[in-house]
C-alpha cells in the first residue's frame, strides 16, 4: 500500500475584507494548530500532515510570514495561464511564485461557474503552475443536477481527462486532486464519507488508465464540500480519502485548526 502523506487546505476565497482580519485570522490560526512536528511520526518525518492555506493576493505575503513558522505553506487561489502582458486585472504564476506561493487552486467551482473557467483554460492554468514548479490543486466535481442525474462518475472522468490533458506522469506527482461535490460547497450539506470514497476510488481507476496503477495510487485526493470539525474524522478514516479542501469552516481558527488536527 502507498503512503499519502495528508494535506488539508484553507480556502479563504474573498474573505477576510481587510488585511488586519486577515493577519489575526492567521496568528488566531497559528495558536491552536499543531506544528508540523506534533502531527510527525517519532522518525518517520512522512507522516506529518501539510497545511495550505489560500489567503486572497493581497495578503498572501504577510500570512506566509506569519505561518510558515509553523511549516504551514500558502498557496494562490487562481493564476492565469499567460506570462505577462496586457491582461487587466490578472495575476500571472511567476508573481504568486515569486511571493512564496507552493500551491495554486485550479478548476475551483467558484471558478469555474462565476468566471466562466472552461476545462481547456483550467487545463492550460494546471501546466502553467507546474512550469513554475509549483503544484496546481485540481478542483472536480459534479453539480446538483448531474448528482440528481446519477452522473457523477462521468463528470468526474472528463473533468480529469481534459484538465489533466497533456500532463506527464512525472508532473501528475506535483498535483493534487479535490473531489469537491458542487451541491456540498458552501451548503452545509457534507457528502457521506463512504459516497465520497467510493468516488474518489472511481477517480483512481481513471488516472490509472490515463497513467498507471502507481499513478493512480500515489496522487493524493482531498474531499471538499461544507467539511466542519465534526464531520472531519469520518472522512479521514476512509481508504482514499486524504485531506480536505475547506471554505466556510476555515474562516474560524479553531475550527480549521481542529479540522487540520484531525483524529484518524
Ligand atoms: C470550497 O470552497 O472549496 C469549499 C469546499 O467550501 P465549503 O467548505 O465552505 O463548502
Not at 143 to 169: F, H, N, P, R, W
Not at 176 to 194: N, S
Request: net charge negative; glycine share 8%; with cysteine.
Amino acid at each position: 500500500n502507498v503512503f499519502r502523506q495528508p494535506i488539508m487546505a484553507g480556502n479563504w476565497k474573498m474573505n477576510p475584507t481587510t488585511e488586519s482580519d486577515a493577519l489575526n485570522l492567521a496568528i488566531g490560526f497559528c495558536a491552536l494548530v499543531d506544528t508540523l512536528e506534533d502531527t510527525c511520526g517519532l522518525d518517520e518525518s512522512d507522516t506529518c500532515t501539510e497545511v495550505v492555506l489560500f489567503p486572497p493576493f493581497p495578503f498572501i505575503s504577510k500570512v506566509k510570514d506569519i505561518v510558515s513558522e509553523k511549516g504551514v505553506t500558502v498557496g494562490a487561489q487562481q493564476v492565469y495561464y499567460e506570462d505577462k502582458g496586457a491582461f487587466t486585472g490578472s495575476v500571472a504564476a511567476s508573481m504568486v511564485k515569486s511571493v512564496g506561493c507552493e500551491y495554486v487552486l485550479c478548476g475551483h467551482s467558484e471558478r469555474r461557474t462565476l468566471f466562466s473557467d472552461s476545462d481547456v483554460n483550467i487545463n492550460a492554468k494546471v501546466k502553467k503552475v507546474l512550469e513554475f514548479g509549483m503544484k496546481p490543486i485540481l478542483c472536480i466535481g459534479e453539480t446538483q443536477e448531474e448528482y440528481d442525474l446519477g452522473i457523477t462518475e462521468e463528470v468526474c472522468a472528463m473533468q480529469v481527462s481534459k484538465d489533466l490533458a497533456g500532463v506527464s506522469k512525472k508532473d501528475l506527482e506535483n498535483v493534487v486532486l479535490a473531489y469537491e461535490p458542487v451541491w456540498a460547497i458552501g451548503t452545509g450539506l457534507v457528502c457521506d464519507a463512504e459516497d465520497a470514497n467510493k468516488v474518489h476510488k472511481f477517480i483512481r481507476t481513471v488516472l490509472a488508465k490515463m497513467y498507471d496503477e502507481e499513478a493512480a495510487q500515489s496522487i493524493r485526493i482531498q474531499y471538499g464540500g461544507s467539511v466542519t470539525p465534526e464531520s472531519v474524522d469520518g472522512l479521514m478514516a476512509m481508504s482514499d480519502i486524504d485531506g480536505c479542501l475547506v471554505g466556510g469552516a476555515s474562516l474560524f481558527s479553531d475550527k480549521f485548526a481542529r479540522i487540520c488536527n484531525f483524529k484518524a
